[in-house]
T-cell receptor
Framework: EDKVVQSPLSLVVHEGDTVTLNCSYEVTNFRSLLWYKQEKKAPTFLFMLTSSGIEKKSGRLSSILDKKELFSILNITATQTGDSAVYLCAVIVRGGSEKLVFGKGTKLTVNP | NAGVTQTPKFRVLKTGQSMTLLCAQDMNHEYMYWYRQDPGMGLRLIHYSVGEGTTAKGEVPDGYNVSRLKKQNFLLGLESAAPSQTSVYFC???????????????FGPGTRLTVL
């Protein structure tokens, strides 16, 4: 059974802190890993990672994939209250029809 | 472009009632998906479609039916609603790369359904 596990499930930090969110996976046929940010409503796309060791960056957010150890991390530096959200990790699994398997998410709360 | 839209935004049903959720996308995407999101469960795939006229079961298909009669629309039906179907429902769409791979999924705003 394809599985995506995120840790921690929740995290509370103060503004300015740096956080690292983890995503590990066990899937039959990996294609890519996606990170999403979900605030009140729909998830919004952050990154797609397909190759090991190549860091993707967007402002204070960055992410990297390790296909040997089957995990990815999402880093947020100098956190702001606007970073408070649930961060979702998902893996695209190849097959007859591709599918997206989601983790349960990490709820990040950034306090002023 | 409106992106992915969902109708309705909120709905309250009584057990045994039926309803249809509508998802529409204007990005000409081939793939469309229906998810449900429950507290502590993440997003779970109900059904999906890889093209007009085709549908397939996801992780939690029981109690739901879908139809994709037009490329831009994906309907999710509940024939006889149950309290266990109380959830937030998200629709998403994506465009496959060459080789038929899915890519980044774009999500609708969600429908909050309560079944009493």
């Amino acid at each position: 059974e394809d599985k995506v596990v995120q840790s921690p499930l929740s995290l509370v930090v103060h503004e300015g802190d740096t956080v690292t969110l983890n995503c590990s996976y066990e899937v039959t046929n990996f294609r890519s890993l996606l990170w999403y940010k979900q605030e009140k409503k729909a998830p919004t796309f952050l990154f797609m990672l397909t190759s090991s060791g190549i860091e993707k960056k967007s402002g204070r957010l960055s992410s990297i994939l390790d296909k040997k150890e089957l995990f990815s991390i999402l880093n947020i530096t100098a956190t702001q209250t606007g970073d408070s959200a649930v961060y979702l990790c998902a893996v695209i699994v190849r097959g007859g029809s591709e599918k997206l398997v989601f983790g349960k998410g990490t709820k990040l709360t950034v306090n002023p | 472009n409106a992106g992915v839209t969902q109708t309705p935004k909120f709905r309250v049903l009584k057990t045994g009632q039926s309803m249809t959720l509508l998802c529409a996308q204007d990005m000409n995407h081939e793939y469309m998906y229906w998810y449900r999101q429950d507290p502590g469960m993440g997003l779970r795939l109900i059904h999906y479609s890889v093209g007009e006229g085709t549908t397939a079961k996801g992780e939690v298909p029981d109690g739901y039916n879908v139809s994709r009669l037009k490329k831009q629309n994906f309907l999710l039906g509940l024939e006889s609603a149950a309290p266990s179907q109380t959830s937030v429902y998200f629709c998403a769409s994506s465009s496959p790369r060459s080789g038929g791979f899915t890519d980044t999924q774009y999500f609708g705003p969600g429908t909050r359904l309560t079944v009493l």
